[in-house]
């Protein structure tokens, strides 16, 4: 049976999705490499290899991502096409979280908010908040150059050290915020801060941002449900951090299971998808 594959490429990290051609999934793989081609040409290779596949079988490639546009219109003799990127993370946030609406947002190197139903896909704003603001700022502060090593270190944080709390400024609520609610990333910054405590204070802030954008996003047009996809989505912590958000504002996060592979499935489905409406 014909393969269709997905393909995400990032700035140093591809990700592929395999489905057949009747909508049956194949398999999933993530390939890092110092530069989009070398990571895309070796995440195709390394994908039908792993799965005892021939290139012969490969009917249809649909890239996506920042790297998308270095291609032609084939790898390795195989047709490619691309796809908007808006349309592909709105079309694997739906198919991941099996919802047939939402609020979905890629949190990338920035992140992007795409909202996604029955009336279509279309991108509603971003913020250069993101897994680079993470990057670069743990950097500088702690001194810790790649994502594992960060999550690690966030992990061991302790966030009271480093932001101030309703709870530090009032003796009571104020209005419908509890004392444990934050009136100030990196408020507070104790004498005795330490390494671990900004890795983590670093990710709160982050997370808070995109969760407050997240909130006024759906109070826009009354959308519960929002899907969070992308690799800041696999952070540990997120869920935590995000479920504080929820509990405020009412609104619903999700992080579906293979979150970092929504832009790549949504890359392969769209194909899958527009072929089965030519029926």
């Known amino acids: 049976m014909n393969v ?12 592929i999705v395999g489905y057949y051609e009747d909508g049956k999934l194949i398999g999933r793989l993530k390939v890092e490499a110092a530069d ?18 021939s290139l012969s079988q490969v009917k249809q490639i649909v890239l996506t991502g920042v790297g998308a546009s270095l291609f032609k219109d084939e790898i390795y ?3 490619a096409r691309q796809v908007d990127e808006f349309q592909a993370i709105g079309l694997g946030g739906l198919a991941l979280s099996k919802k047939k609406e939402g609020l ?4 990338g190197t920035g992140t992007a908010f795409v909202r996604a139903d029955k009336k279509g896909i279309r991108h509603i704003g971003g913020s250069g908040v993101g897994g680079g603001s993470v990057l670069g700022l743990c950097g500088r502060l702690c001194n810790a150059r790649s994502f594992d090593s960060i999550v690690e270190m966030a992990h061991k944080g302790n ?10 400024i009032s003796a009571g609520d104020i209005s419908t915020l509890s004392p444990e609610v934050t009136a100030s990333n990196f408020g507070k910054m104790d ?24 909130v006024f996003a759906c109070r826009n047009d009354q959308v519960k449900d ?31 299971q293979h979150s970092i592979y929504a832009t790549a499935t949504g890359a392969a489905l769209s194909y899958i998808y527009k072929k089965d409406k030519k029926k």
């Open 4 to 15: 269709i594959i997905g393909i995400d490429v990032g700035g140093s990290t591809t990700k």
């Open 36 to 53: 989009p081609l070398t990571s895309a040409y070796g995440a195709l290779g390394k994908f039908v290899n792993e799965n005892k596949l």
């Open 77 to 79: 003799g195989i047709p």
């Open 104 to 107: 979905i947002i890629s949190m």
């Open 159 to 168: 966030l009271n050290k480093v932001d101030l709390n309703i709870s530090d």
């Open 191 to 214: 004498d005795d801060v330490t390494p671990e405590d900004l890795a983590r204070g670093v990710l709160n802030m982050v997370f808070q941002t995109i969760g407050m954008l997240a």
């Open 226 to 256: 929002v899907i969070l996809t992308g690799t800041l989505s696999t952070v540990p912590c997120a869920k935590t951090l995000f479920k504080q958000v929820e509990r405020l504002y009412k609104i619903k996060f999700i992080i579906p």
